[in-house]
Nanobody, 126 residues
């Protein structure tokens, strides 16, 4: 059974940075495309960023471009989300997602992912 565990969330001031981690167990991590989505209170879940299984391809939502960077370490079975220049509107629960793939694709909607973590809270104060 595939398990995803996020960590690294917390409280940060606007303009600050956080790095989220998602540790994956129970399967061959390098065969999974990975992604991050977030959900703010009272809002729909937003898909933020994705990465192919070999890191060759990445995707960013407009809200993340230029500020967020997704990366992965297949040797550590971990995907990361580096978030810089954080804004109060980035406040949300951030979820890690995984989907098995045989190719170099990434996936840009939550519906395309098979496995999810429980999330980690990010709060950005103004």
């Amino acid at each position: 059974q595939v398990q995803l565990v996020e960590s690294g969330g917390g409280l940060v001031q606007a303009g600050g940075s956080l790095r989220l981690s998602c540790a994956v167990s129970g399967s061959i991590f390098s065969t999974y495309a990975m992604g991050w989505s977030r959900q703010a209170p009272g809002k729909e879940r937003e898909f933020v960023t994705a990465i192919s299984r070999t890191s060759g391809n990445t995707y960013y939502a407009d809200s993340a471009k230029g500020r967020f960077t997704i990366s992965r370490d297949n040797a550590k079975n971990t995907v990361y989300l580096q978030m810089n220049s954080l804004k109060p509107e980035d406040t949300a629960v951030y979820y890690c997602a995984a989907r098995y793939t045989s190719g170099s694709s990434y996936y840009t909607t939550g519906e395309e992912y098979y496995y999810w973590g429980r999330g980690t809270q990010v709060t950005v104060s103004s």
